[in-house]
């Protein structure tokens, strides 16, 4: 196997091999895989591994589900990502029954909940079909489908008349309120995996208890439910009382238990963007604050690697990576270079704890795995990893006034007015560059924009130029302050034939980024690749010769 990291050193392998505990947050796609999970789950009992699992709604990507997939659903999905998704998501269909019951469409609400059921029951029936650790079935599905039936008429209850525009949405989360507090919509997703799990493994004679929020949702969020601002002192809080609660419950489960299964939800994790995962780091910090040698786990396809290895050839394993690098390739809370990997709410967490995190895949450990920790440098790095993104159009601004005070707030403050967050912002003496992730100036805001710096600093000491169809690619690496790392990215774009709109490596150590035409994002990040991560131990001589 490949690798770019240094093998002298501790490895994802021997943090597994040292922990009591794994942590795993287990995905809404994979929760639908109850027979391999369980099987996994059995094999690390086996080797002396307690295990704490945080569950995500189950969901599928299975074609034959698309049928049961609400018309509503479908359009959200092709308004946000113009497409539809294959198969049935769980979680938007509870999101649905939210706004429904909000708008007093009960019968519809009461559809899709049917639709939620049936769609889970034959999930899980099928599990049930083709395990041979349960040998009876039909007993099985009888009693998994009372399970499921359970938790679901619990939330029958909540879709009443009473509740007809009282639904409080508090970022990713529903919320009706009740004699107790607050229930969670949204949060029924999670509730029902969790069920559905403790069920399955006692079926298979393996024992497991749940581990499951007390009445939390008052201390959480009093009387008026909101989603706290992401660095405040009460989202801190309210983490704080989480992860107490979590450790109150686990310090005395553990004693007796092998497998706790906890739902990904908790009241307010589960307004944030990727919130099981978060849940998950949460359980593995109130395991090492229970004084056990805890590592949390994200199984994904593959571990981490030097690129996308379903665009890139020759894609290296990326042994370890510190927290600092891990925030560069998986983001800030709207996107990084590779978003969808591990949510920063959760990353966050994990570093602040010190806990140690292996990504790799379960069912094919032959691929190495990744370890994050921060280990003390080991001398500077070149390019480790190459990622990219498509952004919205960019900004260039051209200001006599640009360095004057108030000048970056002003710009700044517009933008934030209008719920466009910036990225990017090279300067020079008269320019600024733009760049956006979560929103896409129209013409008209461009002109609007304009006008506003016009009226502020003069007509004639402004300039506002889109330059449209950008893709961002990512240099990143460890500690990326080798004196030739620069001219080796020159050398790419110079064998490409692209030339670079923009280019941008700070005072941090982990990441260079470059902005291109989208038509020339591929061969851009495949001879970035070649030459800065294939071709690393190559001199620059060498390096010229191969490539011009």
């Known amino acids: 196997m490949n690798q770019v990291s240094p093998t002298n050193h501790r490895t994802g392998e021997q943090a597994l091999e040292e922990a009591d ?22 094999s690390r009992r086996e080797q002396g591994k307690k295990q704490i699992l945080a569950i995500s709604a189950i969901r599928s990507t299975d074609e034959r589900y698309n049928e049961l997939t609400h018309q509503i659903v479908t359009d959200r999905e092709m308004e946000k990502l113009g497409k539809r998704k294959s198969g049935f998501n769980t979680t938007s269909h509870l999101i649905l029954i939210a706004d429904r019951l909000q708008e007093g469409d009960i019968s519809t609400a009461w559809l899709v909940l049917d639709r939620i059921e049936e769609c889970t029951k034959e999930i899980v029936a099928e ?65 029902l995996a969790r069920a559905i799990y403790v069920q399955y493994l006692r079926l298979r004679n393996q024992q497991a208890t749940e581990v499951r929020e007390q009445d939390l ?37 553990l004693q007796t238990n092998d497998v706790l299964v906890s739902g ?43 690129g996308d290895p379903r665009t890139l050839e020759n894609t290296l394993l990326v042994k370890r990576m510190k927290y600092a690098l891990a925030f560069e390739l998986f983001g800030n809370r709207i996107a990084g270079a590779d978003s969808d990997a591990v949510h920063a709410p959760a990353l966050e967490v994990l570093a602040l704890n010190k806990i140690d995190t292996v990504v790799f895949n379960p069912a094919d450990l032959a691929q190495g795995t990744t370890l994050i920790q ?12 190459v990622a990219s993104r498509s952004i919205p159009d960019a900004i260039l601004i051209s200001s006599s006034k640009m360095l004057g ?58 300039s506002v ?61 495949k001879m970035l690749h070649k030459v800065c991560v294939e071709f690393a131990d190559s001199s620059i001589e060498d390096i010229l010769q191969m490539t011009l």
């Open 405 to 462: 005070p108030g000048f970056l707030q002003e710009v700044g403050g517009w933008f934030k007015d209008c719920d466009i967050s910036i990225v990017h912002t090279p300067t020079s003496e008269i320019t600024l560059s733009l760049t956006f992730n979560n929103g896409q100036p129209d013409a008209d805001q461009i002109a609007e924009f304009e006008t506003f710096l016009e009226k502020r600093y003069g007509k004639e000491n402004i």
């Open 127 to 191: 599990q049930v079909d083709q395990d041979p650790s349960i040998a009876e079935k039909s007993e099985a599905i009888h009693d998994l489908n009372i399970t499921i039936a359970d938790v679901l008429d619990e939330l029958q209850k909540h879709i009443i008349s009473d509740n007809i525009g009282k639904v409080r949405s508090v970022g990713e989360d529903r919320l009706v309120q009740t004699t107790n507090g607050h229930f969670s919509i949204t949060g029924v997703g999670e509730d």
């Open 374 to 385: 921060d280990f003390e440098d080991e001398g500077l790095s070149g390019v480790e990893i």
């Open 264 to 306: 990904g939800y908790y009241p307010g994790v589960g307004s944030e963007r990727g919130y099981s995962e978060l849940t998950a780091a949460l359980l593995a910090v109130a395991a090492k604050e229970l004084n056990q040698r805890v590592v949390c786990l994200i199984e994904k396809d593959y571990p981490i690697r030097s």
């Open 21 to 42: 505990v794994y942590v795993t947050k287990i995905g809404g796609t994979r929760a639908a895989e109850l027979q391999s999970n369980a099987d996994l789950i059995e």
């Open 465 to 525: 130029k889109p330059i449209p169809r950008q893709s961002i690619v990512y240099c990143l690496g460890n500690k990326l302050k080798k004196t030739d790392t620069l001219l080796r990215a020159g050398i790419a774009f110079r064998s490409a034939g692209v030339e670079f709109r923009m280019g941008s490596q700070g005072y941090g150590e982990n990441a260079m980024v470059f902005s291109v035409d989208d038509a020339d994002v591929e061969k851009t990040t």
């Open 217 to 253: 949702s008052v201390k959480v969020f009093g009387d008026e439910p909101q989603e706290f601002a992401p660095d405040s002192h009460e989202r801190e809080q309210v983490l704080d009382d989480v992860t107490a609660e979590m450790r109150g419950q686990i310090g005395e489960l």
